[in-house]
């Protein structure tokens, strides 16, 4: 049972009971640098970019397996400028030196499947 002064069930909810949903959390890729996924971060599942500049700048997603796509190829089903989540399982982001090149990676919640 928890003190007075803390909710010791809710302060660790996540602990106890998991991540409910099917992501646990974002990494956001800084501009004109790359983003590995492996160790401690591993488990990239997604990943989403938001303003076309991403897209056009040579961004730059290398997949499990090494093999690497650009995003202006890997996106160009969508709407240029609007945002499109790619599951995939990603090894690295190389995000360009472009101003607005928003590139967000999702960890997967290994938990549900």
Not at 17 to 33: F, N
Not at 56 to 84: M, V, Y
């Amino acid at each position: 049972m928890g003190s007075i002064f803390t909710n010791d069930l809710a302060d660790n909810e996540i602990e106890q009971l998991g991540h409910p949903g099917k992501w646990k959390g974002v990494v956001a890729c800084a501009q004109d640098s790359t983003t590995h996924f492996t160790g401690s971060q591993y488990g990239a599942g997604a990943c989403f970019i938001k303003a076309a500049a991403g897209r056009s700048s040579g961004t730059t997603i290398t997949f499990g397996n090494n093999s690497t796509i650009t995003a202006d190829i890997l996106f160009a089903g969508g709407d240029l400028g609007a945002p499109g989540l790619v599951e995939a399982s990603i090894r690295k982001v190389v995000v360009a030196d472009t101003s607005n090149a928003e590139v967000y990676v999702l960890q997967r919640n290994f938990q549900i499947r």
